[in-house]
C-alpha cells in the first residue's frame, strides 16, 4: 500500500523559525531534526546527498516553496523535514528566497509513494491562500494539521 502525506507528517520534525541564512545551513537545520529517534541514519551523510542534489538541480518550484530530497539508502520509511523561514533563505541560482522548505529522505524501494506525498504538498502549496495559512499557523501541530486538511481534500 502506497505511503500518503499524512502517513509522514510528524511534528518533531517541524521547525517553525529556521535560524539558517544559507540554503546549505537550512538543509543541515532540517535534517537535525529528522534524525532523532535513528530516522536518517548518519545526518552529515545524507546532509551532502541532499546538498549534491541541489547542486546540479534546484528544488525550488516558486512562490517561496522548496522540495530538496534524496533517494537513499539511510532511511528504512520515508521521513519528511519541514522548515519555515518569514525572511527567507536564498536558494537556487538566483537567490530566490524560500520560505517553505520540505527536506525528504526516500528509500530507493520507495519512489512511488515518494511521488504521492510530494505531489500532494505540490498542490498544496500551490496556492496562495494556503502558503499563506502555513506561514502563519502558530505552532507544529496547527501546521500539520492544515497539510493533513487540504491533503484529504486532494483525495
Request: overall charge negative.
Amino acid at each position: 500500500m502506497a505511503v500518503v502525506l499524512a502517513d509522514v507528517l510528524d511534528e518533531q520534525n517541524v521547525t517553525l523559525a529556521l535560524r539558517a541564512a544559507t540554503r546549505d545551513d537550512a538543509v543541515r537545520e532540517i535534517v537535525a531534526t529528522m534524525a532523532g529517534a535513528a530516522k536518517v541514519r548518519q545526518p552529515d551523510k545524507y546532509v551532502e546527498e541532499v546538498l549534491a542534489r541541489e547542486k546540479s538541480h534546484s528544488t525550488l518550484v516558486g512562490h517561496g516553496v522548496a522540495f530538496p530530497h534524496s533517494r537513499t539508502e539511510l532511511v528504512d520509511e520515508i521521513v519528511l523535514g519541514i522548515g519555515r523561514s518569514a525572511a527567507g533563505v536564498p536558494w537556487g541560482g538566483q537567490g530566490e528566497p524560500a520560505h517553505l522548505i520540505f527536506v525528504s529522505a526516500v528509500p530507493r524501494r520507495m519512489v512511488t509513494s515518494y511521488l504521492v506525498c510530494v505531489g500532494a504538498l505540490a498542490r498544496i502549496t500551490k496556492s496562495e491562500e494556503n502558503r499563506a495559512a502555513l506561514m502563519n499557523a502558530v505552532n507544529a501541530a496547527e501546521l500539520l494539521e492544515l497539510l493533513r486538511a487540504e491533503s484529504l481534500l486532494l483525495e
